[in-house]
Every structure is written in C-alpha cells, then in structure tokens.
C-alpha cells in the first residue's frame, strides 16, 4: 500500500523527543525495557510486524522509525524497544498530547501502563495482537479506519482543484464541469467506476452529489452550488486526512466513559445524550463562531435553571456598546454592579432553560430565542457556549430520567429565575471531531471551521492546509 501523499519532510518527529509520552501513559523506563526477555531476533521479528499494521491507524513507519535500523546490535535493540513502547502508546493514548496543542482540553484521557503490558506481550510473542487491542475498538473507530484505508487505496494521487468554480448546476442541466464531478465522485466511492459521464447533469451523478452532501454536513440537495464544488475539490488525501486526525482524536478518549453522559461534537454541531449506555438520541447545537470557539472539555451538568437571567459577560462589552438604548430596554437589559444584566424571558439570550455546568470555562448548554439558526446547515454562531435545539424538551428529558421533573416543571412556571438541582450530575463532552460515524452506518465529514486538524495533522506528519475562511460574525450577542 502507497502513502504518497505522507510527506516524508513533515512525518518523523524528533527521536529525542519520542520517549517523552502522551500524558496517561508511561512508554516503558529504559531499566523496565532491560528486562524484557525476548531474542534479537524474535523482537525485530514482532516490532517490524506490528509497525506494518500502522497505515490503518492513519500512522506511518517515519513517526517511529526514519530510516533504516541500527547496524550495531546493542543500539538495534534499544531502538526496538523504544519504537515498540512509542507505537504501542500511541495507540493508547494518541500520539499526541492534546493539551500542548490547545490551551483548554480536560476530557479524560486513557491510563495504559504501556511498560508492564509491552514487556508481557513481548515475552508471549503476541505484540501484534496486543498493540492493536490498545487502539479504540469501537464501531467508530473501525470505521474510520476502514474508510481511511479504502481511500488511500483507491486514488491517492487525485490532485485537487479539478473542478473549476462557476455556475450554479442544477438536475437535467449541462455543463462542461461534469465529467470531472463525476470523476471525483468515483473516487471517492460515491459513483460506480464503470460509469460514463457526458455533459449532462444526470439523475444518477444528481443522487451521488446528494449522497456525498449529507455525509459533508450540507443541504442534501443535489444541486451543485459553490459550497459542494469546494467540498468535491477535497480529495481522497485531503479526506484521508481528516480520517487520521479523528481517529487521533479517538484514540484521546477514555475507552469506557460514563454510561450516562452527553457527548457535544462541536465540529459538526449536534450532541448524543446517553443514559445507562443506550444512546437515547440525537439533537442539533448551535456552538462557538470561529474566533470564540467552543473548548474542548469535560464537565458536569449540575443543576437546570428555569426562567434564567443572564450577566452579559466583559468580553461581550464591545457589541453591547453598539446597542441603542431602546433596543436595550425592549430586550430586557439593565446596569447592575457595572454589568449588563438580561431579565428572564422569552426575549433572554439563554432562552428559558439553562444547563449549569462545573468548568473553569463558563461554558454551559442553554435555550435559545434564536430557533431559526437550527435550520442552517452551519450552525457555528455563539460566543462559545452551546445553545441546544428543543432545549425545554431536553430539560424535561433530563428531569424525568433524574426523578426531578414535577420540581423542574413547577419551576418553570413561575416565570422568575429558579434553581433545580439534579441528583445525578450528568458529564458532558464538549469535542471536536471532523469526522465521525453517522446514524446511518456511514462515514460523515465536518468542514474544520476552526482550523483545528492542523496542529493534529502535522504532528502525524501530515502536510497544513489554509484554515477554512471563517465566517462573518452575526449582531446576535448571546453566550
């Protein structure tokens, strides 16, 4: 299998550096690697084995190993050992530390005692199997791994920006673009590779265009707008590595979260809440506009507060200033202690529930009075904090299961700001993933809004790429 498209320039991190682990882990002491009993032979003979399994992972040999192996057989072994406990952490914690790339990230992270299991595993002759049980097994992460390798096999030398920019191409039109869409769409899997194309803009090209905008995170339309045309020009490289860096991502994730919990994925805006294990279902977020993006963290749901007021925090002074006064007085806004503050209400900026979390952030889940941005297919527009469509429904989901709804619903119907704390906290994820496994069984892509693969991206030796143009901010000032 050829990786062309993983630069050898950008793929081999500093040897030095690799003995310094992700946090959670311990890559193995060189006093516990001494006394790993295994023959030369039988070590080279399991480590080479086990690195060739790396491509499906979205790793490379280069991340471990640059170059050939040290002649002299002192060094040949020590080297071994190392590229042993280095990819088996990896692959238990994520090659990289996600707390040294971003200033806020406290999801809980895997505890993998890579030392004493290498040492084992290498003594029974089975570190094949043992490494690769270290990586999620989840139906996610075989998935991503499936479509990653399935796309690197089929074109990996696709160039990109074969689609010109022009028109809008609707079903039944012609347009000299669209035998190069469906080349594209072949690639990619969407389209049979027997399939003739001419000119025309046919039913069955139209059904793949729609196949390939739901998995996208667009209007599942079939018509070829500006927004599709780019998402075509992405090819199988730029969608491999997409698929790299969400499987890293997975690979951060603590293997058993809590059973009851609610997952945010901030990328592609919508959040899974499950309850004993079961997902119990799906709902569309609002989170954070680039430049006040939504963190990545971990912290409890605490209590549901009806009928909230809102502090306008200092950081929202500027748009506040730009404000007229009757504007400020029809939405409920007075001075208090020298900050805005918002009456309960319809017309309130968290809506008329708020999920009140324990983070360092002020991030929390809310209602919205601005219903109408769940309908867009982009739904990055707050100062941060993640506003929840259906927000009283999901209250009352919450209070049922927590045994506290009748105090939730007597709550809400005094129309003042009320505290109903929960008797169960419920931790909530807020991540980041631009690639993920859909409902539906297939693989969806996120458009990376906050250019945030990056920085995952060319830690495994993966090539930038611009950071998608981020969008004008709207005059909404809500959290």
Partial sequence: MRFPFLLASAAALALAACSNGPAGSNN???????????????????????????????????LFLKGDLPADQAQRRSTLLRIAADYASALATGRVDPGKIRDVYTIPRPKVDVASGLAQALHDNRYRDWVNSLAPQTDEYRALSKAFVALVQRSPDLPDGAIPAGRTIKRGASDPRIPAIATNLKEL??????????????????????????????????????????????????????????????????????????DVNTAATFLNYFRDGQHIGQRQVVAGEPGKETPQLQAPIFQLVANPTWTVPHSIDDEMAGKSGGWLAANGFTRKDGQWVQASGPKNSLGIVKFDMR???????????????FGQDERHRSHGCVRVEDAIGFAHMLAQADGIDSKFTAAMATGKETFVKLKHEIPVRLMYHTAFLGDDGRVHFAQDVYGWDNDVATALGYPSVPRSQARATSADIGP
């Fill in 359 to 373: 983070d360092d952030e002020a991030i929390y889940l809310h209602d919205t009075p601005a219903k109408a941005l």
């Fill in 189 to 262: 899997g969407y389209l049979p590779p027997e399939l003739a194309a001419s000119t025309r803009y046919t039913p069955a090209i139209a059904q793949a265009v729609a196949r390939f905008q739901a998995d996208s995170g667009q209007k599942a339309d079939g018509v070829l707008g500006r927004s599709t045309i780019a998402a075509l020009n992405s090819s199988p490289r730029d969608r491999a590595r997409t698929l790299a860096v969400a499987m890293e991502r997975l690979r951060w994730l603590d293997r058993s979260p809590p059973a009851t919990r609610i």
């Fill in 28 to 62: 193995g002491s060189a006093s516990a690697q001494s006394a790993i009993q295994v023959s030369d032979k039988d070590l080279e003979k399991q480590v080479m084995a086990a690195l060739q399994d790396a491509p499906k992972h979205g790793l490379t040999r280069d």
